[in-house]
């Protein structure tokens, strides 16, 4: 006699929910620590996001990876599916707007009646169709036309990492070394393509989540620059009085007052 054991995906449904939005109806700037994705159903509105403001409207999908700030402003009401979803090479999807298609509408379908469960397998249940979910993503945009020009492979995997793991001790030569590629090299096509150098965006990146977080809390700055990726305080305050004009302080009171 065989003893058998239920083997755990490589994936885990983080959270799953459903939301009714009502007319009007706002959701404040947040971040999350893995891959959210939205199907929006009957809605229609826009997402803040960074510089941006991505509109949405039924049939809509957004994908947001780690620490990537958004909200939500709903002009319509409607009903919206949230996921959040860690491995599976979720991180790997491309944020932004997409539209559902007919097999990621069925997997959708699927995760809803499972959030109607409550028994021993619920969670099993949904870890499964996460990664299911993922699966027909990464086929529908992989299928979909490509629009101008397309960024290079590594520095769209590059900015991906400064995108997502910025809080980490990140160097472009750890970078460059993991995708076996020149570090100069690599400066070079990620200023052509993004605009500025690495180490610039990844300060640009750092600064912003410090200000996400100098708005939404109430954590000490020391604390703030160490979850940013610059644990040393002096430095992380003269950085951010360089690139903003005013220091976290004065930063967080402008927003108090408000």
Same mark, same amino acid.
């Given at each position: ?49 960074? $510089?941006?403001? /991505?509109?949405?409207? $039924? !049939?809509? /999908? ?33 944020? !932004? ?8 509408? =069925?997997?959708?379908?699927? &995760?809803?009646?499972? @959030?109607?469960?409550?028994? $021993? ?5 949904? $870890?499964?169709?996460?990664?299911? /979910? ?6 529908? &945009? ?15 995997? +590059? ?5 997502? =793991? ?12 993991? @995708? ?26 750092? @600064?912003? +989540? ?13 604390? &703030? ?13 003269? @950085? ?19």
């Amino acid at each position: 006699m065989h003893k058998s054991e239920i083997v755990k995906p490589s994936v885990t449904c983080m959270f799953a929910a459903e939301m009714t939005m009502a007319d009007g109806q706002t959701c404040f700037m947040h971040t999350h620590a893995c891959t959210e994705i939205v199907w929006y159903r009957g809605c229609r509105g826009w997402l803040p996001q960074g $510089d941006e403001r /991505l509109p949405y409207e $039924d !049939g809509s /999908l957004s994908i947001y990876q780690p620490w990537l700030s958004h909200g939500d402003e709903c002009e319509k009401g409607g009903v919206q599916l949230c996921v959040g979803v860690r491995g599976a090479s979720a991180e790997g999807l491309p944020p !932004g707007m997409w539209r559902t298609d007919e097999a990621t509408e =069925r997997v959708f379908g699927q &995760i809803q009646q499972v @959030l109607d469960s409550y028994d $021993d397998w619920r969670q099993s249940r949904l $870890d499964m169709l996460v990664a299911w /979910l993922v699966m027909e993503l990464q086929r529908q &945009i992989a299928s979909e036309p490509v629009h101008g020009a397309r960024e290079p492979y590594h520095v769209a995997v +590059a900015r991906q990492i400064l995108d997502t =793991r910025y809080a980490e001790s990140l160097s472009i030569a750890k970078i460059a070394k993991q @995708l076996s590629i020149n570090v100069d090299y690599l400066r070079q096509l990620f200023v052509e393509w993004v605009g500025e150098p690495p180490l610039r965006y990844l300060i640009r990146k750092r @600064l912003e +989540a410090a200000c996400d977080l100098l708005r939404l809390n109430q954590e000490k700055t020391t604390d &703030i620059a160490a979850r940013v990726g610059i644990p040393n305080p002096y430095y992380f305050s003269r @950085l951010f009085r360089q690139r903003l004009g005013v220091t976290p302080t004065q930063y967080r009171a402008r927003y108090a007052s408000r």
